[in-house]
Every structure is written in C-alpha cells, then in structure tokens.
T-cell receptor, first 112, second 110 residues
Framework: GQQVMQIPQYQHVQEGEDFTTYCNSSTTLSNIQWYKQRPGGHPVFLIQLVKSGEVKKQKRLTFQFGEAKKNSSLHITATQTTDVGTYFCAVAGGTSYGKLTFGQGTILTVHP | DAGVIQSPRHEVTEMGQEVTLRCKPISGHNSLFWYRQTMMRGLELLIYFNNNVPIDDSGMPEDRFSAKMPNASFSTLKIQPSEPRDSAVYFC????????FGPGTRLTVL
C-alpha cells in the first residue's frame, strides 16, 4: 500500500515563529489530505490537495502539493498557542472506498 | 448532524475481560474505519467497511479482535480477551471523501 514519510516528528516553536511540516512519498499520489489533532482530541480534516503544484491557504495556514505530486507541505505563519497539536498528512490507499494511509504526524508545541 | 458517535468514551477493564466499542457513523457515509492510536505506534488502521461489508481487516492485530457492521448506522469493535497491551485510544471514522472521526474511546486494560 501507499507509504508516506512525515517530518519532523516534533517541532517546538516560540509563539510568533513559523512552522512547516513535510510529507514525502516515493510514488505519485492522486491526492493528499491534511488533518489536525488537538491534544486529547480527535483528528479533524483540514484540506485536500489534488492538482500538481496546488497551493491553498486557510488564514495563516498554507498547503502545497508538489509538482510531481510526491510531496506536500503545511506551513503555519506566526504560530499561536491555538496551533498546538499533531498535524497529519494522509494519502489515498489505492481503493475507491476512501481508505487513507496516515503519516506519522508532526507534534507542534508553541511556547507563549 | 451530531457527527460520528462513539461509546463508551472511557473504558477501564481487567485483563481477560471482553470489551465492546461502539460507533454510529454519520448518516449517508458509506465507509467506516476503525483506528487505534498509541504513542508508540501512532494512528493504525485496524479494519474498514464499505456499505456494511468488511473490505480490509489486515490491520487487526490478532484473532482477539473482531468487528461487525450489521447495518449502515452501527458498528462494533470487540476485543476478547483483552490484554494490557490493548490499552489505547480507539477511533471510529466515517467517510464520503475526507474522513470524519469520532471522539474516540480511551481503553485501559489493567
């Protein structure tokens, strides 16, 4: 099945600093999704990227899909304490049933 | 819509006991997924259903684990007998594209 590597595993930043997490695959992806899980919570869907080179923004969050559709990134500008949590990328599992393979996640800590 | 509903939210049991986790997916979603999350192993897909039919149970760790989906609005994950290493948060998710996760069941096996 699809495998995706996500880095870094942990990221500690001061409030106001930027943050980026990356997902990489050895194979071409049909699409990639991003999820956020707050501490003690459950994963929540953020966005889906489908097109080569696609860039989408949600307020301070910028999502990119690589030109070769083998990598993606999530960038947060000027982090806030509300950004803490684990960010996961997820890729389609090669079936039409909506199966996803999740990356290992990046745990973001924001120090006030 | 109330979202994906899971029960119980917390379960503490003793080794050897049977544990049943329950999930009600979002109405109209035709795929349902069971995940297990631990610090060591991250988020693992255990089994998923499409239109109530199990599609892939290769993630189920052992025969002690079983899952059913008798109808479109209900699924169970059963562990019998439970062991301390089964302690984890178990999530159910339903999907039409992106996945909507339930709040999870935090299972502790003593």
């Amino acid at each position: 099945g699809q495998q995706v590597m996500q880095i870094p595993q942990y990221q500690h930043v001061q409030e106001g600093e930027d943050f980026t997490t990356y997902c990489n695959s050895s194979t071409t992806l049909s699409n990639i999704q991003w999820y956020k899980q707050r501490p003690g919570g459950h994963p929540v869907f953020l966005i889906q990227l489908v097109k080569s080179g696609e860039v989408k923004k949600q307020k301070r969050l910028t999502f990119q899909f690589g030109e070769a559709k083998k990598n993606s990134s999530l960038h947060i500008t000027a982090t806030q304490t509300t950004d803490v949590g684990t960010y996961f990328c997820a890729v389609a599992g090669g079936t039409s049933y909506g199966k996803l393979t999740f990356g290992q996640g990046t745990i973001l800590t924001v120090h006030p | 819509d109330a979202g994906v509903i899971q029960s119980p939210r917390h379960e503490v049991t003793e080794m050897g006991q049977e544990v049943t986790l329950r999930c009600k997916p979002i109405s109209g979603h035709n795929s349902l997924f069971w995940y297990r999350q631990t610090m060591m192993r991250g988020l693992e897909l255990l089994i998923y259903f499409n239109n109530n039919v199990p599609i892939d149970d290769s993630g189920m760790p052992e025969d002690r684990f079983s899952a059913k989906m008798p109808n479109a609005s209900f699924s169970t994950l059963k562990i019998q007998p439970s062991e301390p290493r089964d302690s984890a948060v178990y999530f159910c998710a339903s999907s039409l594209g992106e996945q909507f996760f339930g709040p999870g069941t935090r299972l502790t096996v003593l």
